[in-house]
């Protein structure tokens, strides 16, 4: 199992970043996937959910309305469209499929290197 995220950077607050993250080695269009992000010294905390098909989503308050999930089961690759960024925002970004939508991730011990979005001025 791998999880390869790519896409962070530096953007100014109301910038706009997408995310990408490249799955393999189980049926990924089977499962739903989770985008998850940790700041130093904080948890790692569940940003954004997709279900296997892509009809269902569920988002964290503090990106409602902000962030997009989405994903091409073709390509076994799943996205993040985050718009109107915030300094909050900041934090590495992880991904991993969900046991359930928006639930425990599926693979707790084989993390990617996550990608790092900074939001600052």
């Known amino acids: 199992v791998q999880f390869v995220e790519s896409g962070g950077g530096l953007v100014q607050p109301g910038g706009s970043l997408r995310l990408s993250c490249a799955a393999s080695?189980?049926?990924?269009?089977?499962?739903?996937m989770n985008w998850y992000r940790q700041a130093p010294g904080t948890e790692r905390n569940l940003v954004a959910s997709?279900?296997?098909?892509?009809?269902?989503?569920y988002y964290a308050d503090s990106v409602k309305g902000r962030f997009t999930i989405s994903r091409d089961n073709s390509k076994n690759t799943f996205y993040l469209s985050m718009n109107t960024l915030k300094p909050e925002d900041t934090a590495q970004y992880y991904c991993?499929?969900?046991?359930?939508?928006?639930?425990?991730?599926?693979?707790?011990?084989?993390w990617g290197q996550g990608t790092q979005v900074t939001v600052s001025s």
């Open positions: 997709i279900s296997s098909t892509g009809d269902v989503t």
């Open positions: 080695g189980f049926a990924f269009s089977s499962l739903p």
């Open positions: 991993n499929a969900a046991i359930g939508m928006a639930g425990r991730p599926w693979f707790k011990n084989s």
